[in-house]
């Protein structure tokens, strides 16, 4: 009988129709597929049988997170070759998927093949690391709950990940520099674009470790309320902000943002938190941050986008993501945020893209968690440490593909004398 690795890649390539792109490397040691090719190791046959009760992208992750399912050599290069199978699946002529493939008679015979290789065909339990998949409600409830899973992680993970600017959100490259330089660049073209002046009140809507309401108070003399939901992030916020001697003039809450009451606000940051409000609420979020600002006011909305869909009603949240990263995130094409700043009042006056922005502070952000892994899987645990590294490199090369992209849209709650206070060459701040 043909070794484990020989008869693996000759099921994968009868299931989806091409030449495999990487080597395999099965639990008895052999290995096939082409050579000089990135190696996915196949542990044992439980990484098989997550991926046939899963096909697709989300029994791939489940092996993975497991430990289950491994890659040697370039991270990137694997991923990519792998992400283009499933995206050529998912988006071929007749709309089929991989599981949609499994189903097809012409490949049973690989599927009957795969079962005996895989042994007792019994469907393993997902890790612990997954979130039950649910229709997203986006109740105060179950909101604090997604943020709590993703962000109460551990403070000294997050720190390990991002360095010590604690920014969890697209630096600012400007002429190479270091991670630090360019996401305190950020924060800078943030209150630039805000306009932010000393004596002003700015809101920091998911201010996360509250670098920007720190940074804000000090480089330019405002007093910032910042507003999280994570006990863990609002622990470390005000600790910075005490160690910088800024009690005074920043607050940090742990509140939801339909709760805030004591407008107006000369500005409102949010940055990196729109993906979580969700399509259905978007529009009351939009609404209640128009109405904590004073006319005049501006916002500036720093969003990740996905490319719009031809029939959007059949727009679904990336299954990995949606269980194992940011439960009940949801990203929506840059027009439609635009759209929905509009409807709810403000006059939208400048849009920039950060695609590739995003693109390198995720590789920056790979580069520190690969280079202090043990430590990094001591504080999160292997199966954490591993979501993270995997949705962190896979994110990056999304971006460099323009898959998804990140936008900072510029709106302002213009008064009824239509001033906008605005200077005729808004992009003065990149001068």
């Not at 950020?186 to 004596?199: I, R, T």
């Amino acid at each position: 009988m043909a070794d484990a690795a020989s008869r693996l890649v000759s099921v994968a390539e009868q299931l989806l129709g091409v030449p495999l792109p990487v080597r395999i490397r099965a639990w008895d040691g052999s290995q096939a597929g082409p050579p000089g090719a990135p190696v996915i190791v196949v542990r044992n046959r439980r990484a098989l049988r997550r991926m046939l009760f899963k096909p697709g992208e989300l029994g791939l992750a489940r092996a993975w997170v497991s430990g289950d399912l491994d890659i040697e050599g370039d991270l990137y290069t694997a991923l990519g070759a792998v992400a283009a199978l499933l995206w050529e699946h998912d988006d071929d002529a007749d709309g089929r998927s991989l599981a949609g493939a499994v189903r097809d008679p012409a490949t049973r015979a690989a599927v009957r093949e795969l079962i005996r290789l895989v042994g007792p065909p019994l469907p393993p339990a997902p890790p612990r690391e997954e979130v039950r998949r649910r229709r997203h409600l986006h109740t105060r409830r179950t909101d604090k709950r997604a943020i709590s899973h993703h962000y109460d992680v551990g403070n000294d993970f997050y720190g390990l990940v991002l360095g010590p600017s604690m920014v969890y959100s697209c630096a600012y490259w400007e002429d190479g520099g270091s991670l630090e330089t360019a996401q305190r660049d950020k924060l800078e073209l943030v209150c630039k674009k805000l306009g932010l002046k000393p004596g002003q009140r700015l809101l920091d809507v998911g201010c996360g470790w509250g670098s920007m309401a720190i940074h804000a108070a000090r480089e330019h003399g405002v007093s910032a309320v910042g507003i999280t939901l994570s006990q863990e992030q609002a622990a470390l916020a005000r600790k910075r902000v005490a160690d910088e001697g800024l009690t005074d003039r920043v607050e940090i809450r742990v509140q939801d943002y339909r709760d805030v009451r004591d407008g107006p606000y000369d500005a409102i940051s949010s940055i990196g938190m729109a993906e979580h409000v969700g399509a259905d609420r978007y529009l009351d979020y939009a609404r209640d941050l128009y109405d904590l600002l004073k006319p005049g006011g501006r916002l500036l909305n720093h969003q990740i986008a996905r490319r719009p869909q031809r029939d959007e009603t059949a727009y679904e949240v990336d299954a990995f993501i949606d269980s194992y990263v940011f439960p009940d995130g949801e990203l929506a094409p840059v027009g439609t945020t635009v759209t929905m700043l509009e409807r709810a009042g403000f006059e939208v006056r400048d849009v920039e893209s950060l695609r590739e922005h995003y693109a390198g502070t995720l590789r920056a952000w790979v580069t520190n968690l690969e280079g202090s892994w043990e430590r990094a899987m001591r504080l999160a645990g292997p199966g954490r440490a591993r979501v993270w590294r995997l949705y962190m490199a896979a994110s990056a090369l999304a971006f460099e593909r323009n898959q998804i992209g990140v936008n900072q849209v510029l709106a302002l709650r213009t008064p009824d004398s239509g001033a906008s206070g605005l200077p005729a060459r808004t992009r003065l701040w990149n001068a």
